[in-house]
């Protein structure tokens, strides 16, 4: 599976986004489907999760009530809604394929895509 992120850009703060992530390959239903991001000298780390029907999420306290993650199986396509943009937002962000919710939590993952910058400005 081959993971492609786009929908990155510069936004004020308070501003959203729509970041997706589509997949080529076989088998996309089959993967629980993360994003994550990275800021200029810090660790990567987890922003989101989604099950492979869409039905479960699941969110880093740190976005919590502000990002939607949610999937379109049929477009092979994993989306992350982001509002209320912070400056602390601005990273590369990542998008992941794991087995289950546990393995893309802990980084156990079996496809990263190439990151889109997000910028927020204050």
């Known amino acids: 599976v081959q993971l492609q992120a786009s929908g990155g850009g510069l936004v004020q703060a308070g501003g959203s986004l729509r970041l997706s992530c589509e997949a080529s390959?076989?088998?996309?239903?089959?993967?629980?489907m993360g994003w994550f991001r990275q800021a200029p000298g810090k660790p990567r780390e987890f922003v989101a999760a989604?099950?492979?029907?869409?039905?479960?999420?699941y969110y880093a306290d740190s976005v919590k009530g502000r990002f939607t993650i949610s999937r379109d199986n049929a477009k092979n396509t994993v989306y992350l809604q982001m509002t209320s943009l912070k400056p602390e937002d601005t990273a590369v962000y990542y998008c992941?394929?794991?087995?289950?919710?546990?393995?893309?939590?802990?980084?156990?993952?079996?496809?990263w895509g190439k990151g889109t910058q997000v910028t927020v400005s204050s």
């Open positions: 989604v099950s492979w029907s869409g039905g479960s999420t």
């Open positions: 390959g076989p088998n996309f239903e089959n993967y629980y």
């Open positions: 992941a394929a794991g087995d289950t919710l546990k393995a893309v939590i802990d980084f156990a993952i079996n496809y």
